[in-house]
């Protein structure tokens, strides 16, 4: 077996999956991570020169050519990471034609990247531009913010709205509010491109039905981005089953406050004034 336990990355990964796991968001094998890793980032693990195998992309991921990710398998249950790391995670360089993942380490008994391999990629592709600090793509199933998908419009003016009023932490934490996309059918090209172009302006996205992608600078970030906005869904569906009547609630005066006293910029076209 190949030691992996120097890679501080790894232990992240296996750390986010299992929490993520813990919370309900991961039944089965739903849910996937991709963390993009530098050159120093490689020498914590054993030799990775040798390509062990390789799998297609199905798309042009030439702006990654020559990257490295560390990624969770198709098929493998967040559960399982913690135990068993080098075979339900891989880490993979982008070839240099970017037609192909090469497998450098783990995936040992034969798994291949998550489907959902080309919308993290497409995501971290759009995410470089606007931060190259930016190096951590999750996606999981976060069961009060998939709820709001059945009872809330596909708005997404309106649910940043709801979210950031469920707690003081939403808009200091997403002050860009939350991307939408129509729901579409998972591990396709088309629901990767819909996803990474509202990678442009949000770190959040909503998958309507199935779940959310959230993208951040290291791991404990994005999971704690995917944790916060979980946490706003779920107070708003506390809120219903206490009737759903709200006596009070946090006024667009008080977001500017908070965006003011922590020094975020709330999304504009989201912000109302003298309410
Ligand atoms: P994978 O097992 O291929 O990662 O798929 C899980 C999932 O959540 C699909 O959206
Ligand atoms: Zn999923």
């Given at each position: ?45 054993d030799?990775?020169?040798?390509t ?16 490295y ?21 891989g ?10 993942a ?45 709820a ?15 979210l950031?009023?469920?707690q ?47 993208v ?37 005066e008080?977001?500017?406050?908070l ?17």
């Amino acid at each position: 077996m190949t030691l992996f336990s120097e890679s501080k990355y790894l232990k992240d990964l296996c750390d986010i999956t299992f929490s993520s796991y813990e919370h309900g968001w991961d039944e089965r094998n739903g849910g996937n991570v991709s963390i993009r890793l530098t050159e120093d980032d490689l020498s914590d693990f054993d030799d990775v020169s040798e390509t062990k195998r390789e799998y297609d992309l199905g798309f042009d991921a030439s702006a990654v050519s020559g990257q490295y990710f560390l990624v969770t398998g198709s098929g493998r249950y967040f559960r399982n990471v913690i135990k068993r790391p080098e075979l339900d995670a891989g880490l993979v360089r982008i070839s240099d034609d970017g037609s192909k993942a090469e497998l450098r380490w783990g995936f040992e008994d034969g798994a291949h990247p998550t489907s959902e391999f080309p919308t993290h990629l497409m995501s971290h592709i759009e995410r470089l531009k606007a931060d190259s600090s930016q190096r951590v793509v999750m996606h999981c199933h976060p069961t009060n913010f998939v709820a709001l998908s059945f009872t809330q419009d596909l708005d997404e003016r309106s649910i940043s709205r709801l979210l950031w009023k469920m707690q003081a932490e939403s808009l200091v934490v997403f002050p860009e509010g939350i991307g939408i996309i129509p729901y579409m059918t998972p591990g396709t090209n088309e629901i990767g491109k819909a996803t990474a172009a509202k990678m442009a302006d949000y770190r959040v996205v909503m998958w309507p039905h199935h779940g959310i992608f959230a993208v951040g600078s290291d791991p404990d970030e994005t999971y704690g981005l995917i944790e916060t906005v979980e946490k706003a869904a779920l107070i708003y569906s506390q809120i219903c089953a206490q009737g759903g009547s709200v006596k009070q609630e946090i006024t667009d005066e008080q977001l500017h406050e908070l965006a003011d006293a922590f020094g975020v910029t709330g999304n504009p076209e989201f912000l109302d004034w003298n309410k």
